[in-house]
Structure formats: structure tokens, C-alpha cells
């Protein structure tokens, strides 16, 4: 309060000898002086900061709002593409896009290295074509998250794509893999840009994780054939009623004669089998149980009733199994540490 005091003192001590024009009297300045500095207008410091795009209008919020609904980035982050981008939608998704793609890139090379030995298995089975999907994070907890569900989700349906676009005459089943690279490469799809490397890099940029598309196998077959398929530990995507994901994941292709209305029951009962006895070929119905044959689909006890073995549990259901796939999430990696 003293400062105050003698600031007024001063001023007014200095009243007759400086007077400005337009005021009357120093006085007024005086007063003008001592009293509270005017704030500035609040439309002045908005247009400032948010730009001219982005008024007060109810249409600028909509688009704001458009946009981090549509991308999922934040609103600083999406109030600053639509800044740079002039209030252009379109360009403002793809300037987003392009950053968190710039900042994926970046994590990938910093955690590249750090063990994988989490994640998911993405079964997706359409028409006569199954495919197998394993894609590995670090954590349990990332495994779990949305985003990375739908990181799996996309490497699938780009797996299924690319089966779907082989042009191949179907006389028997056809089994195919795909290691991480031949993965990496495939399309992301009609609604996605780039590639599946382009998405995992995104993904990593979200979740702050090393990620690895690991590898992906894929069934297609013929009239005459049937895919069962068993996951272990199932959820189902929350966008894609027919993927199913979990921590292991088996295909058995079986050869029937005619259509049989127990088929997904029985399909589901050898993928189980496939998943806890994990053998290692199919072999016949004339081995002997025990020994060698322990790795032998056929002549192993059956999962189910181990008092017969597996065989003895097909033959009379009238389907004859030709091959199988087993996905255990994070297998190989023990073994990789090891050396």
C-alpha cells in the first residue's frame, strides 16, 4: 500500500508539467493512471490463439469434435492439424496420420530389441477361407488394450485379403504361411493407407510398446473339405463379430464325404485337442499308440476321453483329418533367449 501511495504522490507531483492533449486536465491522467489497467478484449486473444478458422461458431466445435472422433488423437492435437490444415477435414486427418507416423517410426527404432513375449492370436474364418494371425507386444496389459485388439484385428483382415485375392483352381485344401516380413508388407486394406508396417508403427506410437507382427498361416478349401478351429482363452472383437482372439490357436482341415450337421462341434473339439496335446503331424489310423508315435495327432490319447485315442474318436464320425495348424502365442522366444 505504501508504494502505491507514493506512486500517486509522484504522479501527482508531476501534474502541471506534463499535460496531454486530448485529456483536459493532468488530473484525468492521474485518475486514468492509479485506477486498474483495461483488460484486453477476450474476441481479440481467441481469434489470436485459435487462428481464423476457428471462431466461437458452433460449426468450428462440430468440426473439432468431428475429428477427434473420427482419428481418436487428442484435442490439442486435433485442433492444431485443423490450424495447419486451414479447417480442411480431410487434410487435417491425413497431417495427424502422417505425425503419429513420424513418432511411431521413432519409438520402433528406439524399442527395437525389447522382448515380445505377450500378445494375441487372431483367428478369422469367411466362406471357405480360415486365416491364423499372431501378433506379439511386451506386456500382458498392452495384449488386453483396444487398440492393440484392433492392430490384430487389421493384420488379419489384411491376411484374409490377401488370400481371398489368389486366383487359385481348388481341387484339394491349400495351406500357406506368412512370415513377419512377407506380413509386414501386405496392404492394410481398402479403408486403411499404406501397409500392415504402417499400422504397427501407429500402434506402437499409441501404446509406447515394441511390437511384432509375427507371422500368419491361412487355409482355403474345397467342397469336400471342413476347417475346425478352437481359441483358447476366447474374447471376440468388438468391431468384427467373426475374429476371435485369445492366446493359442489351432485349424484342423478334415476331408468328409457329405455335409454333417455336427461339423463345427466336431471341428471345435479337434482344435482342442490340437491346442492341450500339441502334436507335431497328423499320422495315420494304423499307428500304435505310445513310443515315437506320441507326436502323432491320430495316436495320441484323446484330449477329451483319454481312454481312446483320437483316432478312435474320429473314425466313427465319418471325416478324416488331412492337416492342422497350432499358434501359441509368444513360442520360440524361450528358446531364442536360450542361445
Not at 190 to 204: M, N, T, V, Y
Not at 216 to 221: F, G, I, L, P
Not at 312 to 327: A, C, H, I, K, N
Request: aromatic share 6%; hydrophobic share 35%.
Amino acid at each position: 500500500m505504501s508504494l502505491l501511495r507514493s506512486l500517486r504522490f509522484y504522479l501527482f507531483a508531476r501534474t502541471e508539467s506534463c499535460p496531454v492533449k486530448g485529456l483536459g486536465s493532468c488530473t484525468d491522467l492521474l485518475s486514468l493512471q492509479a485506477g486498474p489497467l483495461p483488460l484486453q478484449s477476450p474476441q481479440l486473444w481467441h481469434t489470436f490463439h485459435a487462428g481464423p478458422w476457428l471462431s466461437s461458431s458452433a460449426s468450428s466445435k462440430e468440426l473439432l469434435m468431428k475429428l477427434r472422433r473420427k482419428t481418436g488423437y487428442s484435442f490439442v492435437n486435433c485442433k492444431k492439424a485443423l490450424e495447419t490444415c486451414g479447417g480442411d477435414l480431410k487434410q487435417a486427418e491425413s497431417w495427424l496420420h502422417e505425425q503419429a507416423q513420424k513418432e511411431g517410426w521413432s519409438k520402433a527404432a528406439k524399442l527395437h530389441g525389447r522382448k515380445t513375449k505377450e500378445g494375441l492370436i487372431g483367428l478369422l474364418q469367411e466362406e471357405n477361407t480360415t486365416v491364423l494371425v499372431e501378433v506379439n507386444c511386451e506386456t500382458d496389459f498392452v495384449s488386453r488394450n483396444l487398440k492393440f485388439q484392433q492392430l490384430v484385428q487389421q493384420v488379419a483382415l489384411g491376411t484374409m485379403l490377401h488370400c481371398q485375392s489368389l486366383k487359385d483352381q481348388l481341387s484339394t485344401y491349400n495351406k500357406g504361411f506368412l512370415n513377419s516380413s512377407e506380413l509386414s508388407e501386405l496392404p492394410a486394406g481398402p479403408e486403411r493407407e499404406g501397409s500392415l508396417k504402417d499400422q504397427l508403427a501407429l500402434a506402437i506410437g499409441k501404446l509406447g510398446e515394441n511390437m511384432i507382427l509375427k507371422r500368419a498361416a491361412w487355409v482355403k478349401v474345397p467342397a469336400g473339405f471342413y476347417v475346425g478351429s478352437y481359441v483358447h482363452g476366447a474374447t471376440h472383437s468388438p468391431s468384427l463379430h467373426n475374429l476371435v482372439l485369445g492366446k493359442y490357436g489351432a485349424l484342423v482341415v478334415c476331408e468328409t464325404s457329405e455335409c454333417k450337421a455336427n461339423l463345427e462341434d466336431l471341428g471345435r473339439r479337434l482344435g482342442q485337442h490340437v491346442v492341450g496335446m500339441a502334436p507335431l503331424s497328423v499320422g495315420s489310423l494304423d499307428d500304435e499308440p505310445g513310443g515315437e508315435t506320441e507326436t502323432k495327432m491320430l495316436s495320441q490319447p484323446y484330449l477329451l476321453d483319454p481312454s481312446i485315442t483320437l483316432g478312435q474318436y474320429v473314425q466313427p464320425q465319418g471325416v478324416s483329418v488331412v492337416d492342422f495348424v497350432r499358434f501359441e502365442c509368444g513360442e520360440g522366444e524361450e528358446a531364442a533367449e536360450a542361445e
